[in-house]
């Protein structure tokens, strides 16, 4: 019963460093989602997809890039980490095939430091 | 283009004391609203859902009614507990651009003293 699976869950990075936050879901979702959460802003959306092979910019892509790998696996890369780039991340996932009920399941969380 | 604006946090109430965190919504016709939850260390999850207009979702305690005229989903409970504590997240679908994608408002966070 995993849902939504997020890799780690903490990390530090120093400035400039690159890393990949992973992500796979295991209930046969079509869209999956990246938002960010920061004190006082509520979740703001990354980048989403919602399909195999095809991926959108959200409110804030700035300094991300994103693969969806397969049906199951959505990553978030950050090439070059920058201080404002500290936030806890979400990963998401749903089923549109019912849109006015759709649902979206999250992970855990992985709250990055760059230092 | 769509959003959700929330009343600002923190609320304090002890226990027993009856709730309401205000959300209205601006969007292009009549989409699907979502309260979500999340418990302190932990991911989002779905609290409870309207689909059209005068719809009330409800779940553990809570309610909200879509309301079309006020442009509204307020969330309500009539007797909160401890361990109702938490951050909740008013929703809506935003469907431009072909896709379906949840819109989210800034949160409310939720204090419940015995």
């Known amino acids: 019963n995993a849902g939504v699976t997020q890799t780690p869950k903490f990390q530090v990075l120093k400035t400039g460093q690159s890393m990949t936050l992973q992500c796979a879901q295991d209930?046969?979702?079509?869209?999956m989602y990246w938002y960010r959460q920061d004190p006082g802003m509520g979740l703001r959306l990354i980048y989403y997809?919602?399909?195999?092979?095809?991926?959108d910019k959200g409110e804030v892509p700035n300094g991300y890039n994103v693969s969806r790998l397969n049906k199951r696996e959505f990553s978030l890369r950050l090439e070059s980490a920058a201080p404002s780039q500290t936030s806890v991340y979400f990963c998401?996932?749903?089923?549109?095939?019912?849109?006015?009920?759709?649902?979206?399941?999250f992970g855990q969380g992985t709250r990055l430091t760059v230092v | 283009g769509n959003s959700v604006t929330q009343m600002e946090g923190p609320v304090t109430l002890s226990e027993e004391a009856f709730l309401t965190i205000n959300c209205t919504y601006t969007?292009?016709?009549?989409?699907?609203l979502f309260w979500y939850v999340q418990y302190p260390g932990e991911g989002l999850q779905l609290l409870l859902k309207?689909?059209?207009?005068?719809d009330k979702g409800s779940n553990k305690g809570f309610e909200a009614t879509y309301r079309k005229e006020t442009t509204s989903f307020h969330l309500e409970k009539g007797s909160v507990q401890v361990s109702d504590s938490a951050v909740y997240f008013c929703?809506?679908?935003?469907?431009?651009?072909?896709?379906?994608?949840?819109?989210f408002g800034a949160g409310t966070r939720l204090a419940v003293h015995p």
């Open positions: 969007a292009t016709g009549y989409p699907s």
């Open positions: 929703a809506l679908i935003d469907g431009s651009g072909g896709y379906n994608k949840l819109i």
């Open positions: 997809s919602a399909s195999e092979g095809t991926t």
């Open positions: 998401a996932s749903s089923d549109p095939d019912y849109p006015r009920n759709t649902e979206a399941f």
């Open positions: 309207a689909t059209k207009a005068d």
């Open positions: 209930m046969n979702h079509n869209s």
